[in-house]
């Protein structure tokens, strides 16, 4: 859906909560494409931080 008027209140979360969480989650997102990026360039470097990484963001995204 891409619309939703709901989302706040069934989120239980307030605006600014809510734009803080998704702000933090797309920097996050940010940086682990750039390390990626650097990873694809030097293969021998950032291993698994880019894995690691979405992993973690996963866990936290599935309990919201």
């Known amino acids: 859906m891409i619309f ?3 989302h706040l209140k069934k ?3 307030s605006y600014f909560q809510h734009a803080i969480r998704v702000i ?3 920097v996050k ?3 682990l494409s750039i390390v990626g990026i650097i ?3 030097f293969p021998v470097v950032f291993l698994k931080t880019v894995s690691n990484g979405i992993k973690k963001l ?3 995204i599935s309990n919201i």
């Open 4 to 6: 939703d008027l709901h």
């Open 11 to 13: 989120s239980n979360l």
């Open 24 to 26: 933090v989650i797309s």
């Open 29 to 31: 997102l940010l940086l």
């Open 39 to 41: 990873h694809a360039i």
């Open 58 to 60: 996963y866990d936290q």
